[in-house]
């Protein structure tokens, strides 16, 4: 059975960082697209991050470009979200995903909360 568990989240002030993790189980995702989604409440879930399998390429929202860093470790079969100089507007819910085609998931984490107060 795949899970992926996401840790990390918590209340941060406004310019700070938080680093979330998402650990992968069941199987390997060595050779999958992996990102982050997050939800805020009263909005739909949006995409933040992706990273590739073959040559870790990255994709990053606009909103976050700049800001935000994914990463990954294949021998961990874990997914890294660097979150740096982080706004309130960033508060939501963050979802890891897995096995991502065309930027739609195949596996969902079961979701962190990030709060920024200002």
């Known amino acids: 059975q795949v899970q992926l568990v996401e840790s990390g989240g918590g209340l941060v002030q406004a310019g700070g960082s938080l680093r979330l993790s998402c650990a992968a189980s069941?199987?390997?995702?060595?050779?999958?697209?992996m990102g982050w989604f997050r939800q805020a409440p009263g909005k739909e879930r949006e995409l933040v991050a992706t990273?590739?399998?073959?040559?870790?390429?990255?994709y990053y929202s606009d909103s976050v470009k700049g800001r935000f860093t994914i990463s990954r470790d294949n021998a961990k079969n874990t997914v890294y979200l660097q979150m740096n100089s982080l706004k309130p507007e960033d508060t939501a819910v963050y979802y890891c995903?897995?096995?991502?085609?065309?930027?739609?998931?195949?596996?969902w984490g079961q979701g962190t909360q990030v709060t920024v107060s200002s």
């Open positions: 990273i590739g399998w073959s040559d870790g390429s990255t």
């Open positions: 995903a897995a096995d991502l085609l065309k930027g739609v998931p195949k596996y």
């Open positions: 069941g199987r390997t995702f060595s050779s999958s697209a």
